[in-house]
């Protein structure tokens, strides 16, 4: 079955970086764009980033635009998300998302735990 699996969450100090993965599997990931939705606590989901299949092309949300880097290696099914210049507002469950053909995202990963603290 389809499966997205996310890595690299953590405790960083305000302007602090870290590396996010996502590992895909069950499906073809290379003929999919992907994108990385995040939920802080008592909001709803809010879109970061997208990128599309070949990885070529890349949009972001203007809270993290400048900031943050998404990127893939289809060869290794693997989805990345550099932040960097990292703010306490940032703090959030973070997601890779396939985004449907018919609707907003058919299948999401189980997020990790991304907290900005000093």
């Known amino acids: 079955e389809v499966q997205l699996v996310e890595s690299g969450g953590g405790l960083v100090q305000p302007g602090g970086s870290l590396r996010l993965s996502c590992s895909a599997s069950g499906f073809t990931f290379g003929t999919y764009d992907m994108s990385w939705v995040r939920q802080a606590p008592g909001k709803g989901p809010e879109w970061v980033s997208l990128i599309n299949r070949g990885g070529d092309s890349t949009a972001y949300a203007d809270s993290v635009k400048g900031r943050f880097t998404t990127s893939r290696d289809n060869a290794k099914n693997t989805l990345w998300l550099q932040m960097n210049s990292l703010k306490p507002e940032d703090t959030a469950v973070y997601y890779c998302?396939?985004?449907?053909?018919?609707?907003?995202?058919?299948?999401w990963g189980k997020g990790t735990q991304v907290t900005v603290s000093s």
């Open positions: 998302a396939r985004p449907a053909w018919y609707d907003n995202y058919d299948y």
